[in-house]
């Protein structure tokens, strides 16, 4: 999954887990953007592919209801148009940086361009030293200030805000997509923020470079040198060191000594044209060619990045959505445990696994088990779930309730059983209805479902099937899915 495809996917993400409330998009519409992915991309398409396409027709119709988030979601970084004025901003400032004042004399010694070689010698063994810390000790990546800064103009995510009169679902849905896609995006941000500080590097370098030389056509710069401290010989052992690359990159040999001896002082020195390509050679090979390639590379793994972009599929939201994609409609089989369940709670079990499949379902009603019967009902085939209904207003027993859940759940039934996702729900309707009132007389009863369930090694979801808390019961129905 791409960049941008992933970016999709995360908003989508985000609104549809803010929206619990189905007040922006409802269970229909939810339905609807699968099935619509589904008959697009076939049943031979990727996961990725499927997703993404599913977020495409999610955002399509958003952006129609609501076009100020989708707006708020594509706010672009400072990134399109960064990178020329670093480039060209590193220019000047390097041709800049190398006036060398009224007298044009070239101090051997300390020129500007040998605070740049110094400092770029200090970033390669600081990246070094990172490198081979980051390899041998899990720490985390450091991030100067500097760093810091141009990742933040590499950001993509507009700060989350709420106008008057915007629904609180989108604004907490903006909020959790920035949270999200900053973390999941961090390293690409960071990769780009690399490469971009490389490149004014780069730029900068040639902009000494060039400055040097344009200065050097119409004014002639005088090179020698002054030193409290050294003599010519001790001259001669560091510029043979420091201009050893320029020395090997254009052929000029670095003067003796004696020669240096000659312009050393006070005296006019000589005419700074070698020099001038010593330390262009020199620049060129130790600043400009190894910038070049760490922004290359920084680049390269941008784009690595940008084209597989890490979104877990493991997640339970991406989980539910790709097992309603695989399994169409899903097939559920309900039974009822010595209680006859009325059409609106049936209803709310259709409601309820609608919410926590994120897929529509056909509910099949098996015969209710009588009270303390042995016979365990036979399974359909190619079923999703199972959901065995209990009453609340029922008095537990182990014996009898627990056992025959817990023989369900092990596949114990005469027909060979076809799925082992079994999930107990207790329908409190009855009991509520009649001990509203008493909050602790509920809770009690709960209370005592929840032991003798858990003896057998269930663990119920407690719900009002005649009027649902989509969003409460919703969710744990889907927990409880997810963990068997």
């Known amino acids: 999954m791409n960049e941008r495809a992933a970016r999709d996917v995360m908003v989508v993400r985000a609104l549809e887990t803010s929206d619990d409330a189905r007040e922006i998009w409802s269970d229909a519409d939810r339905l609807w953007a699968g099935r619509a992915a589904a008959e697009d991309v076939g049943e031979a398409a990727a996961e990725h592919a499927f997703l993404h396409r599913r977020a495409a027709f999610v955002l399509e119709r958003i952006g129609k209801r609501h076009p100020a988030f989708i707006a ?20 000047v400032v390097g041709v800049a940086g190398v006036d060398l004042g009224p007298a044009h004399r070239i101090n051997l010694l300390a020129p500007p361009v040998l605070a740049l070689l110094a400092w770029n010698l200090a970033v390669y063994v600081a990246l070094l030293g990172g490198l081979l810390v980051t390899r041998h000790v899990a720490a985390p990546t450091r991030v100067g200030p500097l760093r810091r800064s141009v990742i933040g103009w590499m950001r993509d995510v507009a700060r989350p805000m709420r106008p008057s009169g915007t629904p609180v679902a989108l604004s907490t849905a903006m909020a959790r997509f ?11 941000w960071r990769a780009r923020a690399v490469a971009l500080l490389h490149l004014g590097a780069a730029t900068l370098a040639v902009g000494a470079i060039a400055g040097l030389y344009l200065r050097g056509i119409a004014l002639e710069y005088r090179a020698g040198w002054q030193s409290t401290f050294l003599d010519a010989a001790d001259v001669e052992r560091i510029l043979r060191v420091v201009l050893a690359p ?13 020669h240096l001896r000659m312009i050393g002082g006070g005296g006019d020195g000589e005419n700074a044209a070698r020099w001038i390509h ?28 940008q084209r597989t972009f890490p979104i877990t599929l ?63 009902p036979a399974l359909p085939a190619s079923l999703t779930a199972v959901i065995v209904v209990f009453n609340l207003a029922a008095t537990p027993e182990r014996e009898t309730y627990g056992a ?11 027909a060979t059983p076809v799925v082992t996702i079994v999930v107990t729900i207790v329908d409190t309707s009855d009991f509520v209805e009649r001990f509203g009132g008493e909050p602790r007389r509920i809770a009690e009863r709960q209370e005592t479902w929840q032991r003798t369930l ?14 649902p808390d989509l969003a409460r019961d919703g969710a744990a129905l889907a927990a409880r899915l997810a963990r068997t």
């Open 178 to 188: 920035a949270a999200e896609w900053s973390a999941l995006a961090a390293p690409l």
């Open 278 to 305: 010593l330390y262009a050679g020199t620049i060129l090979l130790v600043v400009i060619v190894p910038r070049a390639a760490l922004a290359i590379s920084a680049w390269i793994a941008e784009r690595r990045q």
């Open 404 to 414: 025959f859940a817990r023989a369900l759940a092990a596949g114990t039934a005469d």
């Open 246 to 258: 320029g020395a090997w990159l254009t052929g000029i040999a670095i003067p003796d000594a004696a």
């Open 72 to 91: 708020s979601t594509r706010a672009r970084s400072l990134r399109d148009w960064i990178v020329p004025v670093i480039a060209v901003g590193a220019f």
């Open 454 to 467: 858990a003896a057998a090694g269930l663990d119920p979801v407690f719900a009002r099937l005649a009027n």
């Open 314 to 376: 493991a997640d339970p939201y991406f989980q539910g959505l790709l097992r309603g994609w695989r399994q169409g409609t899903a097939r559920i089989a309900a039974v009822a445990y010595s209680y006859d369940v009325p059409k609106l709670n049936a209803e709310g079990i259709v409601k309820l696994m609608t919410r926590a499949l994120q897929s529509s379902v056909d509910v099949q009603w098996l015969p209710v088990t009588a009270y303390g019967a042995d016979d365990l």
